[in-house]
């Protein structure tokens, strides 16, 4: 594959690597090793933006890349969550493509060649490697087909065959420059959570197409932050009262945002879905800072963040090219 450079213009990266971390100085080294032995390393332009780690991070990243002539380090100063953190690293991005990579993360030698090439094969301005899982081949995740009636995410079936997705998978989203500056990037009041399924809503409006490739292979370890025992493994599935706050209140928000017409009804059916969860919570774990956490603040939050709502249906409304009518459901 003979992939020209961004624009064509010499010494222009055509992919510009942004990896967010936080606390990520275990997971670095094979990440950034992983990268550097890219088939199109040349082309890569690489940030590691960094969340103000106290570990050692920036120390660690800066190590890695030493003699790297398209890689630095971005240290933001505070931690600005997932979706700022991405913005601000984006801003200071030169390539053709971004494409947001977790630190947990690392990839074939051909990953990116081959996912750039479908992309540019297939007519897509978004796509994603097969994710794999850590430590063998087995499939995690494939990306998301389309929302069910409760408005929550359904996920594509695993598939030997590359094609239109309707949610990129979040830890490794590559998308075209131009594209992420005019949907607006990942929404900074989302924080973490649910900010690919928000920014993939928006490509897909916009009258873009993503795309997965399941010949570009990628592999993650996943969980790392509320599940990081057991090493490159899971071994325990656990999550946390905070984490269950931003999913929920950024599942409703997205929906609140996104939908035009038809959908709006998957409001109302979440919110009582998730009423009945916290009920069950609260039976189960008999614990109220959990179903208050979890659950009430996340209605009170999306109450308090209505203005912003509206305005983001504004803006939204204004690079709309598909409606309700024809969005996929899964």
Not at 50 to 77: C, F, T
């Amino acid at each position: 594959m003979n992939l020209p450079c961004a624009g064509g213009i010499k010494n222009t990266p055509l992919v510009s690597v942004i990896i967010l971390n936080y606390n990520g100085s275990r997971w670095l080294g094979r990440c950034l090793g992983s990268l550097r032995k890219q088939t199109i390393f040349d082309k890569l332009e690489i940030l590691v933006a960094d969340n103000a780690s106290p570990d050692g991070s920036v120390a660690v990243a800066e190590e890695l890349m030493k003699g790297w002539d398209k890689g630095r380090v971005i240290q933001h100063g505070a931690n600005l969550g997932y979706c700022e953190g991405n913005n601000r690293a984006a801003k200071q991005a030169r390539g053709t493509y971004l494409f947001f990579l977790n630190n947990d993360t690392w990839l074939e030698d051909s990953c990116l060649e081959r996912l750039i090439s479908t992309v540019q094969e297939m007519g897509a301005q978004a796509g994603t490697p097969l994710m794999l899982n850590y430590e063998d081949s087995s499939i995690q995740s494939s990306g998301g087909a389309g929302y069910d009636i409760f408005g929550l995410m359904s996920l594509e079936s695993p598939s030997d065959l590359r094609r239109e997705i309707f949610v990129v998978g979040g830890c490794s989203y590559l998308i075209e420059r131009q594209l992420f500056e005019k949907v607006g990037g990942f929404d900074p009041v989302f924080y973490m959570y649910a900010d690919e399924y928000d920014l993939s809503w928006r490509v897909w409006i916009s009258g873009a197409v993503a795309i997965l490739d399941t010949q570009a292979k990628l592999h993650h370890r996943g969980a790392a932050a509320v599940n990081p025992t057991g090493g490159d493994k899971i071994l325990e599935t656990r999550t946390s009262d905070t984490k269950r706050y931003y999913t929920n209140r950024n599942c409703l928000l997205l929906l609140l945002k996104s939908c035009q017409h038809i959908l709006l009804i998957t409001v109302p059916l979440q919110a009582l879905l998730l009423l009945f969860e916290a009920v069950i919570a609260l039976m189960i774990f008999r614990r109220w800072t959990f179903v208050k956490r979890a659950y009430l603040d996340a209605f009170l939050s999306c109450w308090k963040l209505r203005n912003h709502i509206a305005a983001e249906r504004r803006r939204i409304r204004g690079f709309r090219r598909r409606s309700d009518s024809v969005k996929p459901m899964g």
